[in-house]
């Protein structure tokens, strides 16, 4: 990878780990029924080799429903701070069964796990007294989503002027100068 795009995503790496770094939640945008959709998602992983991201989601999420129709996703993160947004599109998967998806089940805690506990789907009319499920059933409902990054679009503002850059990986992540 490009040494200036290698230092965005080894930066990306950091806020997957990093509880208070401000890129660790980002807007993900996805299609569904022809209407746009963005939501904040948890950064929970960053493959710089792959260029893959990952997120966890209940499998019954509109967001799941989406990557169904049109399997494309951009994820946006902005650090307000360094004035620094990055956008990341290409495809993206939802992972129900594997080593991966079992071992990320494994490292949520109780009070993650029961966010995947609702008897109910993401979106739904909550009811007062909402009924719960089991642990096993609750895994059921846990995937990780992974975007497979193809295009890494950088916009740094700056006081005097903005910068923005494009990477791609059909052009092996080669920087590309755009007009912000």
């Known amino acids: 990878m490009n040494p200036a795009g290698a230092a965005y995503w ?3 790496a950091r806020a997957a780990t990093e509880r208070g770094h401000p890129m660790r939640v980002g807007a993900l945008a996805t299609v569904h029924d022809g209407q746009p959709q963005v939501r904040m998602v948890v950064l929970r992983s960053v493959d710089i080799d792959h260029a893959v991201l990952c ?3 209940d499998r019954r ?3 799941v429903a ?4 049109a399997a ?3 994820w946006m993160f902005y650090d307000s701070g360094a004035g620094l947004q990055l956008r990341l599109a290409g495809p993206a998967e939802v992972h129900q069964q594997g080593d991966a998806v079992d071992a990320a089940w494994a490292g949520l805690h109780a009070g993650q796990r029961r966010e995947y506990q609702m008897a109910t789907a993401p979106g739904t009319p909550l009811k007062q007294g ?3 499920v089991s642990d096993t059933t609750a895994r059921q409902h846990f995937a990780v989503l992974s975007l497979h990054a193809d295009r890494l679009d950088v916009l740094q503002l700056e006081r005097q002027q ?11 992540w080669a920087p590309e100068a755009l007009t912000p």
Do not use: D, I, N, V
Not at 66 to 69: D, M, Y
Not at 162 to 172: K, L, N, V
């Open 55 to 57: 997120a966890y989601t």
């Open 162 to 172: 903005h910068h923005r850059t494009r990477f791609c990986r059909h052009s092996q």
């Open 66 to 69: 989406a990557l169904k129709q």
């Open 130 to 132: 909402a009924a719960s």
């Open 72 to 74: 494309r996703a951009e």
């Open 61 to 63: 999420s509109g967001k």
């Open 10 to 12: 080894r930066q990306l």
